[in-house]
């Protein structure tokens, strides 16, 4: 995409310039994101009792985390595997199996009422003039809609009676798979089974941490729009208000959606740049801008899934944090 963008280098390489030290400001507001990351992670994670990991620890899986699955095809595939090895030594398998479950849900639940909440934003935009209502868009809304009912409904009985099991189920029905999945279950029935029970007990029993995680994940998602509106200000895309807040909520939102169903992608290539070209061509702004969106977010992507991969080998003597735990 970028060999057939009809954009030089140079002007790449300008617009990095251009963005300046909001460029540092984006970098360190995503390290506030993080910890907010963790902090859900460790509400989750003391739902099922003690946490005896460090704080900066679980920060380094989290970044870690995200790197891998940033990195790696299919998301989930490379990090939430590394977060179960690395909290494994201090809670064990059980609990850190369902934490990072836990955790990953919550994330995947919070994009879902994400994506909801802009649809009702766009259609009071649409409402009162400010953004166009045709009939593709409202396809658009009503596809995304479907959807995100489909995915909130999916979790919400998740939350209630586990995904686990119900999980391996479904994997034992794919013909590659099924032979592996017979296995596993039989070997792990009754973990699964505990991991499911834990699962459920964090929404049935302990709808402080639910609720919590939930917020902390919620707000997260409504703190990356900040990104995009630093952008939007540095290219005078808007006045600066809380209307242009709404619009780079809304690009956030179509973008993150768009690129989320690519997700087979490593780095989900091409299809952010695509949903970024969309949806701030659907707000009523040029390309370029659209450009430099997707090139800012690509720096800052590149910079922390460099750091989370690099700290994969930083701080890893956990036998020394449990002594010095079991010491205090």
């Excluded at 995100?148 to 189920?169: D, E, Q």
């Excluded at 941490?209 to 630093?230: A, H, K, V």
Aim: one cysteine or more; proline letters at 2%; glycine letters at 8%.
């Amino acid at each position: 995409m970028l060999f057939t963008f009809k954009v030089s280098f140079v002007e790449l390489w300008n617009d990095i310039l251009k963005a300046g030290y909001w460029l540092a400001a984006i970098l360190l507001m995503w390290f506030v994101l993080y910890v907010m990351n963790a902090c859900t992670w460790r509400i989750i994670i003391k739902g099922s009792g003690d946490c005896p990991i460090p704080f900066w620890r679980l920060l380094k899986i989290t970044i870690t985390g995200f790197a891998l699955n940033y990195a790696t095809p299919a998301g989930l595939l490379g990090g939430e595997p590394y977060k179960i090895m690395e909290l494994k030594p201090y809670i064990g398998s059980e609990r850190a199996t369902s934490s990072v479950l836990l955790f990953a849900m919550m994330h995947i639940f919070s994009h879902f009422w994400f994506w909801t909440t802009s649809i009702v934003v766009y259609l009071i935009l649409a409402l009162l003039g400010y953004l166009p209502l045709g009939t593709g868009i409202i396809i658009v809304l009503s596809f995304m809609a479907v959807f995100c009912g489909a995915g909130i409904y999916m979790f919400t009985r998740g939350y209630k009676n586990g995904i686990v099991v119900k999980l391996i189920n479904f994997v034992k029905k794919i013909p590659f798979l099924k032979k592996w999945a017979t296995k596993f279950e039989e070997k792990n029935k009754n973990e699964l089974k505990k991991v499911d029970t834990q699962i459920a007990e964090l929404q049935s029993q302990n709808k402080k941490s639910f609720y919590g995680s939930f917020f902390l994940e919620y707000i997260g998602r409504l703190c990356q729009s900040f990104e995009i509106y630093f952008m939007l200000i540095l290219f005078d895309a808007g006045d600066g208000g809380f209307l242009t807040f709404l619009y780079s909520f809304l690009i956030l939102s179509y973008t993150s959606l768009f690129a989320n169903l690519l997700f087979f992608l490593p780095l989900q290539l091409g299809g952010r740049e695509g949903g970024f070209a969309m949806s701030v061509a659907q707000m009523g702004m040029t390309s370029e801008i659209g450009m430099f969106v997707s090139i800012i977010c690509r720096v800052r992507e590149i910079f922390w899934t460099s750091l989370g991969l690099f700290l994969i080998k930083i701080g890893n003597n956990k036998n020394e944090d449990i002594r010095n735990q079991q010491s205090a």
